[in-house]
């Protein structure tokens, strides 16, 4: 396989879908639900992926459906894989474990056919915490990618940041290890700017600024609203963009699915049908996006019509 940098010059490059909510769905992932009141990050089991060492089959089939679909990266499941969010779901110490694991899984199924992305979230602790907690997070985030370097990733996937200064210090520790980055935020409640109130622009010029080598957003909206922020960004980016929408339907009050009562026990009643991941495949190839995928609720189906837009 090409470098992914290289790959993103010759074609729009078409990533994966979204795991935790598909192995949620499939029985081996706790969304917490039931046991806390979601996005407040207190308590155990929110989204974790440990299914990485307790049921690494299921992560496997899921990679093998990805891989069959189109996709060429296969995100190592290392989300929400620092060892702050797993010691909040019980699992710090398995945190060496779950990463090194996650990326030998996603490398098997990959093979020759695939790049392998090591996926880095944010920590939460800023959430909880406030920006003071800034530099425990930078440490904890530098360790996860000190661990995906060491398990062999070709590049990372920073994504679902809320707060741009997190952000920030991501790319610094990707910069400081070496690793390529593509670098994308997810915007709530609206997609006018992120939680520390910086605006779409702004973002893409301050992560293209730190080294990332594609800058855009992920996760919160279904593709037709998140294209609308892609154009704000493109106006500032000085590198490709990356696009990985959910497949859930937001409103004009509110642009994240993760902020409507349907998160996480109803989200079957506001999927997105496949036909808009034909369409915003058809429109990433028309406004040359670089990389795009699928985040929460796209399974391998998803990713089909994605690769089905992009070759109309
Ligand atoms: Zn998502």
């Known amino acids: 396989m090409k470098e992914i940098r290289e790959l993103m010059k010759e074609q729009v490059v078409l990533g994966d879908g979204g795991y935790l ?10 969304s917490g639900s039931g046991r806390e009141k979601v996005g407040t990050g207190r308590g155990s089991g929110q989204f974790t992926p440990e299914v990485a060492i307790e049921n690494p089959e299921a992560l496997n089939e899921l990679h093998r459906e990805f891989l069959k679909a189109g996709s060429q990266v296969l995100q190592a ?10 010691s909040r779901a019980g699992y710090g110490k398995e945190t060496e474990a779950i990463n090194a694991a996650a990326v030998k899984l996603a490398k098997e199924i ?13 920590t939460q602790l800023i959430e909880r915490e406030g920006m003071e907690s800034l530099g425990k997070a930078r440490d904890h985030i530098a360790e996860q990618i000190r661990l995906l370097k060491d398990a062999g990733v070709d590049f990372l996937i920073l994504e679902t940041f809320f707060h741009l200064a ?14 390529p980055a593509v ?13 520390d109130g910086h605006t779409p622009g702004e973002c893409a010029r301050v992560m293209g600024d730190l080294g990332a080598i594609a800058v855009g957003a992920n996760c919160e909206q279904e593709p037709a609203r998140m294209l609308t922020l892609l154009r704000e960004m493109r106006k500032t980016a000085k590198v490709p963009l990356a696009a990985q929408p959910a497949a859930f339907r937001t409103t004009d009050e509110c642009h994240s ?6 998160f996480p026990d109803d989200l079957e ?3 997105v049908s496949r036909t808009e991941f034909v369409n915003f495949g058809k429109a990433a190839r028309n406004e040359g996006i670089g990389y795009v995928g699928g985040c929460c609720g796209c399974n391998a189906a998803y990713i089909r019509s ?7």
């Open 110 to 122: 990959a093979g020759d056919k695939a790049l392998v992305a090591g996926s880095v979230s944010r």
């Open 77 to 86: 499941l290392t989300f929400f894989g620092t060892r702050e969010k797993l």
């Open 269 to 271: 009643t506001i999927q």
């Open 257 to 262: 699915f993760t902020r409507l009562k349907a």
């Open 166 to 179: 997190e952000m920030k210090a991501a790319l610094e520790c990707a910069a400081s290890a070496g690793l």
């Open 183 to 195: 670098a994308t935020m997810s915007f709530r409640p609206l997609i006018t700017a992120c939680t």
């Open 21 to 30: 909510i598909e192995l949620e769905r499939r029985g081996y992932v706790d």
């Open 306 to 312: 994605l690769a089905h837009g992009l070759a109309q």
